[in-house]
Antibody, heavy 118, light 112 residues
Framework: EVQLVESGGGLVQPGRSLRLSCTAS????????MSWFRQAPGKGLEWVGL??????????EYAASVKGRFTISRDDSTSIAYLQMNSLKTEDTAVYYC?????????WGQGTLVTVSS | DIVMTQTPLSSPVTLGQPASISCRST???????????LSWLQQRPGQPPRLLIY???NRFSGVPDRFSGSGAGTDFTLKISRVEAEDVGVYYC?????????FGPGTKVDIK
């Protein structure tokens, strides 16, 4: 059974950093691109960024709103994708989801809530 | 960026009756590989998104056949043939043809 479990969320002050994890199981993690998405309270869905599979280069893409502040990485040996979030802003407050790609985001985790507030 | 719009934004439906949601993109969603990467997701209250349809019309595993997708280019439609109580939620179209991936604003489906 495919499972994605996000963790690492919490309350953080503006300007600080946080690292989220997405732990995968039930499939060959290294074969898939992984994306992060987010949903601010009461709002719609927003794509945050993607990391390609190693066979596809392992490169990353980011939304303009997070480029230069957020970094996605992966550890295929442990089936974990990471979202390193630096210089956090109040507008980054959201539930963060991971999902596997590249073209049909078929499984989603339950999400982890990040609250950026002083 | 490709902007996705949806109509209606709210759809009160009678149980057992059909529902239809339209999604339009500001650019063609046909990828250079010939595929059109338009998906539909359902988000029930308090739940994560769930994939219903990918590549316009392909139902994901376990999705009831009352859900169907159609369209081409820049105009797409999700249809629910007979709405059931469990279909209440917000429906999003999403394009993954071009970066940045973008979503429609969502259509809230509830029961009259």
């Amino acid at each position: 059974e495919v499972q994605l479990v996000e963790s690492g969320g919490g309350l953080v002050q503006p300007g600080r950093s946080l690292r989220l994890s997405c732990t995968a199981s039930g499939f060959t993690f290294g074969d898939y691109h992984m994306s992060w998405f987010r949903q601010a309270p009461g709002k719609g869905l927003e794509w945050v960024g993607l990391i390609r599979s190693k066979p596809s280069g392992g490169t990353t893409e980011y939304a303009a709103s997070v480029k230069g502040r957020f970094t996605i990485s992966r550890d295929d040996s442990t089936s974990i994708a990471y979202l390193q979030m630096n210089s956090l802003k109040t507008e980054d407050t959201a539930v963060y989801y991971c999902s596997r790609g590249p073209r049909a985001y078929d499984y989603w985790g339950q999400g982890t809530l990040v609250t950026v507030s002083s | 960026d490709i902007v996705m719009t949806q109509t209606p934004l709210s759809s009160p439906v009678t149980l057992g009756q059909p529902a239809s949601i339209s999604c339009r993109s500001t650019q063609s969603l046909v990828h250079s590989d010939g595929n059109t990467y338009l998906s539909w997701l359902q988000q029930r209250p308090g739940q994560p998104p769930r994939l219903l349809i990918y590549k316009i019309s392909n139902r994901f595993s376990g999705v009831p056949d009352r859900f169907s997708g159609s369209g081409a280019g820049t105009d797409f439609t999700l249809k629910i043939s007979r709405v059931e109580a469990e279909d209440v939620g917000v429906y999003y179209c999403m394009q993954v043809t071009q970066f940045p991936f973008t979503f429609g604003p969502g259509t809230k489906v509830d029961i009259k």
